[in-house]
């Protein structure tokens, strides 16, 4: 039998066949978290003109050198004004914000004069540098600049820019419709009354949270009983309307487990069947007639979460243009022993140590149904397959919730 890809194979294996998402153009208020499809060029020069920083008066720096400590002032300029010329001897009150006056070439705070009668009278002990208290024109880019590239998830800095370049609308890929949806005839929906021998849907809900806390929170809902013939209609209306369906259950070896056979004769082609990891061996993947992304993720509570983040999250990122980033590695806490030749996702609570700095302590859980032992970690590290031992400070790429 062939090995089993890794994580990181079953990864590059997922990014490769991800179709990408459509491109669509949407106001620039509602652009948060959204990747850019667009390359955006400053419109201006960045300040667009000699920009004062400072509360203060803008004078001449040569009567200024020619022992001058007295101006009248002959003027205000204010931010948003259009620019009043300095005459010459004289000094013009200035604004945070406001143009340097044309024939000014210094800006003197407020704590540096004293105002008495129309005159100000500046400290002999102040600077009064070459455009001292001025932010010169094109100082922090130039017009036409390129200042966001394609790929871009916009933030606030981001937004910032695109702001400033002018821009009500922008192009970004469009939000993917996800549908998330949980197989299983022991399944109960919170709410409803439950027998001893059923079990609480809890999936849904944490693969619903962590898609929402990554910007995705628009995913629908379905459950479906463990029956070939309406996981078939129903799947088959999920994949007309959804670009991503994220299904948990019903993927392992047991008699009931009829997802990859129902998705394969839906014409999901299967491009991934189990990886050499613990917790969620039994992991499908498949790319569906309409280049649709299906995930049939193990519906052991820890399993399904661990794959969500790991893959599912991933391949909406290559949806999105964004390019691959590395894990940021994490120095064990405390040593751990792997003993599976698997993979190993270690749930993990981030702590600090004053010699390491951040640390991630060990917390696994007393196997992939037991989600309450989640309580309180921050995510999980990835291990190589055992058997091994990984000492305490050993780095391992951390994975968040
Ligand atoms: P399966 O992958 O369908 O064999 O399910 C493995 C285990 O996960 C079983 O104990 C299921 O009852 C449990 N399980 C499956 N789906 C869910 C779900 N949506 N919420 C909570 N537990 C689930
Ligand atoms: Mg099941």
């Given at each position: 039998m062939e090995p089993l890809p890794t994580p990181a194979a079953a990864e590059a294996l997922i990014r490769r066949q991800v179709r990408p998402l459509p491109v669509e153009s949407r106001p620039l208020a509602s652009l948060a978290g959204a990747v850019l499809a667009q390359s955006v060029r400053a419109e201006r020069d960045q300040p667009p003109f000699d920009r004062v920083t400072m509360d203060g008066i803008a004078i001449q720096r040569e009567a200024w050198r020619a022992g001058q400590r007295r101006f009248r002032i002959a003027g205000t300029q204010a931010a948003g004004q259009p620019p009043r010329m300095l005459p010459p001897g004289d000094c013009l009150e200035v604004m945070t914000g406001a143009v340097l006056p044309p024939g000014s070439d210094c800006v003197i705070p407020v704590e540096q004069i004293?105002?008495?009668?129309?005159?100000?009278?500046?400290?002999?002990?102040a600077p009064a540098e070459?455009?001292?208290?001025?932010?010169?024109?094109?100082?922090?880019?130039?017009?036409g600049d390129l200042l966001l590239a394609r790929g871009t998830r916009l933030g606030g800095p981001e937004l910032?820019?695109?702001?400033?370049?002018?821009?009500?609308?922008?192009?970004?890929?469009?939000?993917?419709?996800?549908?998330?949806?949980?197989?299983?005839?022991?399944?109960?929906?919170?709410?409803?009354?439950?027998?001893?021998?059923?079990v609480r849907?809890?999936?849904?809900?944490?693969?619903?949270?962590?898609?929402?806390?990554?910007?995705?929170?628009?995913?629908a809902e379905d459950h479906l009983p463990d029956d070939p013939g309406v996981l078939r209609e129903r799947l088959a209306r999920h994949l007309a309307t959804h670009d991503v369906l994220v299904l948990s259950g019903g993927v392992s070896m047991g008699r009931f487990d009829?997802?990859?056979?129902?998705?394969?004769?839906l014409g999901v082609r299967?491009?991934?069947?189990?990886?050499?990891?613990?917790?969620?061996?039994?992991?499908?993947?498949?790319?569906?007639?309409?280049?649709?992304?299906?995930?049939?993720?193990?519906?052991?509570?820890?399993?399904s979460l661990v794959c969500l983040v790991r893959y599912v999250v991933p391949a909406l990122e290559a949806a999105a243009g964004l390019?691959?980033?590395?894990?940021?590695?994490?120095?064990?806490?405390?040593?751990?022993?792997?003993?599976?030749?698997?993979?190993?996702?270690?749930?993990?609570?981030?702590?600090?140590?004053?010699?390491?700095?951040?640390?991630?302590?060990?917390?696994?859980?007393?196997g992939s149904g037991d989600f309450v032992s989640l309580l309180g970690t921050d995510g999980f590290v990835e291990l190589p397959p055992g058997p091994a031992d990984y000492p305490a400070g050993h780095f391992a790429p951390l994975y968040r919730w």
């Open positions: 004293e105002v008495a009668d129309g005159w100000a009278e500046v400290d002999p002990a070459p455009f001292g208290n001025v932010h010169t024109r094109g100082l922090d880019c130039r017009e910032a820019v695109l702001a400033s370049a002018g821009l009500p609308r922008a192009e970004v890929r469009a939000e993917p419709r996800i549908v998330i949806v949980a197989t299983g005839d022991e399944l109960v929906a919170p709410g409803e009354p439950i027998e001893a021998w059923q849907s809890s999936n849904s809900h944490a693969l619903r949270g962590a898609l929402a806390l990554r910007g995705y929170g628009r995913a009829h997802v990859p056979r129902t998705l394969r004769e299967e491009v991934l069947h189990r990886v050499a990891q613990r917790p969620g061996k039994p992991l499908w993947f498949g790319i569906g007639p309409e280049g649709q992304t299906v995930f049939g993720l193990p519906g052991n509570p820890v399993s390019a691959a980033r590395l894990a940021e590695p994490v120095a064990l806490g405390a040593p751990f022993r792997v003993k599976p030749a698997l993979w190993y996702f270690l749930p993990v609570q981030l702590d600090s140590s004053p010699t390491l700095g951040t640390v991630a302590q060990p917390k696994p859980t007393r």
